[in-house]
T-cell receptor
Framework: DSGVTQTPKHLITATGQRVTLRCSPR?????VYWYQQSLDQGLQFLIQ???????AKGNILERFSAQQFPDLHSELNLSSLELGDSALYFC?????????????FGSGTRLTVV | GDSVTQMEGPVTLSEEAFLTINCTYT??????LFWYVQYPGEGLQLLLK?????DKGSNKGFEATYRKETTSFHLEKGSVQVSDSAVYFC???????????FGTGTRLTIIP
């Protein structure tokens, strides 16, 4: 157990629908990162939150949004889903700032859009 | 911008063979470098890291040395096991940017 909890583990939904993925960071970590992993695109950075505020944005579609709550858990909202959104979505957390710190990853949510 | 280039996969080796997975990077300044491993059905786990030039990261028999002159961080293991079968990702984090930049990953399969 890495300490980063993602729910649900699997999600199957239809095109056009909206889903919410949840992430609880490791205790004490203030930063949360969301990544999308697909077969053809590899690991794509979506967005980062630090202590409730958006810190960095990557290749996140306008149909996607995220937030980090006061208790530091984060949610990634995916709307108007398309077949191409099927992927593994990973959340990771890290301690603040130090360059030498890596991330701790959750086990991911596998989203299948049918 | 920062980028990481990894050896194309997949790589298939026999048990006890020597492993090298190449990784080179492009970045300004002095980034920290990482290797992550993803076992089937799991998330990524930090395997090893190095934070400055000539540092050697090591863990579970794997090693990688931060070579600034060649901008490389190649992963090596002297004798691989079937349990090392996984996808390996090289990554960097640069000053002023907390985002980890990943390579495309290299799938490693070890056959008995």
């Amino acid at each position: 157990d890495s300490g980063v909890t993602q729910t649900p583990k699997h999600l199957i939904t239809a095109t056009g629908q909206r889903v919410t993925l949840r992430c609880s960071p490791r205790s004490g970590d203030l930063s949360v990162y969301w990544y999308q992993q697909s077969l053809d695109q590899g690991l794509q950075f979506l967005i980062q939150y630090y202590n409730g505020e958006e810190r960095a944005k990557g290749n996140i579609l306008e149909r996607f949004s995220a937030q980090q709550f006061p208790d530091l858990h984060s949610e990634l909202n995916l709307s108007s889903l398309e077949l191409g959104d099927s992927a593994l979505y990973f959340c990771a957390s890290s301690a603040a700032r130090p360059l030498g710190y890596g991330y701790t990853f959750g086990s991911g949510t596998r989203l299948t859009v049918v | 911008g920062d980028s990481v280039t990894q050896m194309e996969g997949p790589v298939t080796l026999s048990e006890e063979a020597f492993l090298t997975i190449n990784c080179t990077y492009t970045a300004t300044g002095y980034p920290s470098l990482f290797w992550y491993v993803q076992y089937p059905g799991e998330g990524l786990q930090l395997l090893l890291k190095a934070t400055k030039a000539d540092d050697k990261g090591s863990n579970k028999g794997f090693e990688a040395t931060y070579r600034k002159e060649t901008t490389s961080f190649h992963l090596e293991k002297g004798s691989v096991q079937v349990s090392d079968s996984a996808v390996y990702f090289c990554a960097l984090k640069n000053f002023g940017n907390e985002k980890l930049t990943f390579g495309t990953g290299t799938r490693l399969t070890i056959i008995p």
